[in-house]
């Protein structure tokens, strides 16, 4: 079946630092990769996403890596902020079905 | 614009009892999805629908029955709860199949004893 796993659980940062958040998949056929952050008693919210035949996409203060090679999806956050705190999912979709990792909890030190 | 409600927030139930979780969406989105959280495991997906009439099973189905009689709604019913779907159930919606961006709900807290 579908393997979306990120690197570390948990990240700390200073509050104007960059953020990079890393994420491993396993099914090369994906049509799109995808970063949600779910926040403290809230669903999901989409973040970003990035099409399988696309390297970089940017957005507003986020940007997308997706390196096919090594199978690598990262997320970079720019001058973190403390309303970034959450934890950060990834996910990947070919078709109907979405598969997400296990996420990352992201803490914004003051 | 309300987006995706989820009713109830919160649910105990006892083993063997069914009910329904709730999910409406005012987007006029065609998929709508069920999943389950649970700690350490990211989201799960359920049962999806890609439209009216049209359901299908996902990652996780067993125990799960679901309908999309409308556009709007796209209730989970559990038949006889079990402690094993103690978890965090969000619904979703999306445009249209294959479409990245979903919008999903506040979700709902079981607790089955």
């Known amino acids: 079946g579908e393997s979306v796993g990120l690197h570390l659980p948990t990240l700390s940062v200073q509050e104007g630092d960059n953020s990079i958040i890393n994420c491993a998949y396993s099914?090369?056929?994906?049509?799109?990769f995808i970063w949600y952050k779910q926040e403290s008693g809230k669903g999901p919210q989409f973040i970003i996403d990035i099409r399988s035949n696309m390297d970089k996409r940017q957005g507003q203060r986020v940007t997308v890596l997706l390196n096919k090679t090594v199978k690598h999806l990262s997320l970079q956050i720019a001058a973190t902020q403390p309303g970034d705190s959450a934890v950060y999912f990834c996910?990947?979709?070919?078709?109907?079905?979405?598969?997400f990792g296990t996420g990352t909890s992201l803490t914004v030190i003051p | 614009n309300a987006g995706v409600t989820q009713t109830p927030k919160f649910q105990v139930l006892k083993t063997g009892q069914s009910m329904t979780l709730q999910c409406a969406q005012d987007?006029?989105?065609?998929?709508m999805s069920w999943y389950r959280q649970d700690p350490g495991m990211g989201l799960r997906l359920i049962h999806y629908?890609?439209?009216?009439?049209i359901t299908d099973q996902g990652e996780v189905p067993n125990g799960y029955n679901v309908s999309r009689s409308t556009t709007e709604d796209f209730p989970l019913r559990l038949l006889s709860a079990a402690p094993s779907q103690t978890s965090v159930y969000f619904c979703a919606s999306s445009w249209g199949q294959g479409v990245p961006e979903a919008f999903f709900g506040q979700g709902t807290r079981l607790t089955v004893v």
């Open positions: 629908s890609v439209g009216a009439g």
């Open positions: 099914n090369s056929a994906s049509d799109y």
């Open positions: 996910a990947e979709t070919s078709g109907n079905q979405f598969y």
């Open positions: 987007m006029n989105h065609e998929y």
